[in-house]
T-cell receptor
Framework: AAGVIQSPRHLIKEKRETATLKCYPIPRHDTVYWYQQGPGQDPQFLISFYEKMQSDKGSIPDRFSAQQFSDYHSELNMSSLELGDSALYFC????????????FGPGTRLTVL | KQEVTQIPAALSVPEGENLVLNCSFTDSAIYNLQWFRQDPGKGLTSLLLIQSSQREQTSGRLNASLDKSSGRSTLYIAASQPGDSATYLCALLTYSGNTGKLIFGQGTTLQVKP
């Protein structure tokens, strides 16, 4: 069965640079979620989209922005990177929101030097 | 605000033991509860999902229960094996916006010794 695809899997950036993470949901899934997991931490909800509209926002810095495109894939744009942005970034998708299971991608490991 | 607590934070057992991981939460207004496994530096593997209206789910050697009234869930692992060594996270899908969001506990790191 098709799973959530995230690219790139690993990314190394310098401070103050910009990064773009991509997420391709499971076919027919219309809802996308982004989570950030810092070293030794539990995953924290960043933002979600349903039918290409932002649905909910968590602890996402103003330096980050995201969108969902017409083909339902999503991109997380991160600017002015800081050392503290080094983390594992997970994307998850579901078919319809509100209570349906979220399926997680393998994550993108971002390292900021 | 939903708070999720997992006890113990770490657990070491000999191979073959049955064990229970605990998860408690403060707000019973949830869609479902999910247990995940995470190996070091790796992704999240979903183990079991219990809908809000259910009491338990079973998959192989794993059994998860949910008691919303007391704000508790347990993950029971039977006949533990060294391959079960990992961090186990419980996560609650809470009402939030149009989509809901998962709130995770901080996990229990399990080591099963041969």
């Amino acid at each position: 069965a098709a799973g959530v695809i995230q690219s790139p899997r690993h990314l190394i950036k310098e401070k103050r640079e910009t990064a773009t993470l991509k997420c391709y949901p499971i076919p027919r899934h219309d809802t996308v979620y982004w989570y950030q997991q810092g070293p030794g931490q539990d995953p924290q909800f960043l933002i979600s989209f349903y039918e290409k509209m932002q649905s909910d926002k968590g602890s996402i810095p103003d330096r980050f922005s995201a969108q969902q495109f017409s083909d339902y894939h999503s991109e997380l744009n991160m600017s002015s990177l800081e050392l503290g942005d080094s983390a594992l970034y997970f994307c998850a998708s579901s078919y319809r929101p509100r209570g349906n299971e979220q399926f997680f991608g393998p994550g993108t490991r971002l390292t900021v030097l | 605000k939903q708070e999720v607590t997992q006890i113990p934070a770490a657990l070491s057992v000999p191979e073959g033991e049955n064990l229970v991981l605990n998860c408690s939460f403060t707000d019973s207004a949830i869609y479902n509860l999910q247990w995940f496994r995470q190996d070091p530096g790796k992704g999240l593997t979903s183990l079991l999902l219990i809908q809000s209206s259910q009491r338990e789910q079973t998959s192989g050697r794993l059994n998860a229960s949910l008691d919303k009234s007391s704000g508790r869930s347990t993950l029971y692992i039977a006949a533990s094996q060294p391959g079960d060594s990992a961090t186990y996270l419980c996560a609650l899908l809470t009402y939030s916006g149009n989509t809901g969001k998962l709130i995770f506990g901080q996990g229990t790191t399990l080591q099963v010794k041969p």
